[in-house]
C-alpha cells in the first residue's frame, strides 16, 4: 500500500479469509516482484470470479496515516500500518506505526517512533513485519523499534552504523580514508529476517546537506 486514503478493503465475511498467524495476509508488501503480483498461499478468495462481488470502501479519517507506507498482520482482527516518511505530506513528521481497525479503519494505538523535524534527520520509508515472537519490527533512519503490539510502547530501540568514508568531490570518484558519522543522511529500509530471528536491512545515504 502507497497511500492509505482512501482505504480498499474486501468484505471479510463475504470476500476472502486468512489464517490467524502472520501469514494469513492476503497481499505482503513489495513480495516476489515490483509489480505485487504474489499472494501468500494460505490465502483464499471466497468470491466469485464470474459475477458480482461484495466490496466495502473505508475511508481513514483526514491526516490519520500520514504517508502511510506499508501494513502488516497479527491476523484478521489486528492490522499494524507504518509510515511518516514523505515530508511532503502534511502531517507527515517521521515514522510511526498504528494499530488499526480492520473495520472501521480508525487507530486503535498511534506511536510516533521519531520525529524528524525535531531532530532534522532524513525522514525516508522504512520497513515493517511482525517476526515470530509476535513482536513489531519497525526500521526507519538509522534505527530499528521493537514495538508490542497490545499497545504499541517501544520496547526496545537499536542504533544502526552510520559512520562512512565519505566521497571527495573529485573525478574519478575517491573516498576519505577516515569514517564520518553520517546520521543525518542514513536511512535504512528493506528488513528481511532469518529463521535463527536474524534481522537484514539495507543502508541507504543521500548527498550531505540535502534537504
Known amino acids: 500500500m502507497w497511500w492509505p486514503l482512501p482505504v480498499w478493503?474486501?468484505?471479510i465475511r463475504t470476500i476472502m479469509s486468512a489464517r490467524p498467524d502472520p501469514e494469513g495476509a492476503l497481499q505482503a508488501f513489495e513480495h516476489y516482484n515490483s509489480g505485487r503480483s504474489h499472494v501468500f498461499p494460505e490465502a483464499e478468495f471466497h468470491g466469485s470470479l464470474n459475477g458480482p462481488d461484495t466490496v466495502t470502501a473505508v475511508h481513514s479519517a483526514e491526516g490519520a496515516y500520514p504517508s502511510g507506507y506499508n501494513m502488516s498482520y497479527l491476523n484478521e482482527a489486528e492490522a499494524f500500518i507504518q509510515g511518516g516518511s514523505y515530508g511532503d505530506v502534511q502531517g507527515s513528521i517521521g515514522p510511526f506505526v498504528a494499530k488499526v481497525d480492520p473495520q472501521t479503519i480508525a487507530p486503535v494505538w498511534f506511536t510516533q517512533l521519531v520525529n524528524t523535524e525535531q531532530t532534522q534527520e532524513w525522514d525516508y520509508p522504512g520497513a515493517m513485519a511482525i517476526?515470530?515472537?509476535?513482536?513489531?519490527?519497525v526500521v526507519s533512519g538509522y534505527r530499528i523499534f521493537k514495538v508490542?503490539?497490545?499497545?504499541?510502547h517501544v520496547v526496545h530501540t537499536l542504533v544502526l552504523p552510520t559512520m562512512v568514508y565519505m566521497p571527495n568531490n573529485t573525478q574519478p570518484q575517491t573516498y576519505a580514508t577516515t569514517l564520518t558519522d553520517?546520521?543525518?543522511n542514513t536511512s535504512n529500509n528493506g528488513l528481511n529476517a532469518l529463521p535463527d530471528g536474524t534481522i537484514v536491512v539495507k543502508s541507504l545515504y543521500r548527498v550531505a546537506g540535502a534537504r
Open 131 to 137: 517476526l515470530n515472537d509476535g513482536y513489531i519490527y
Open 148 to 152: 508490542d503490539p497490545a499497545d504499541g
Open 182 to 184: 553520517n546520521s543525518v
Open 9 to 11: 478493503r474486501c468484505s
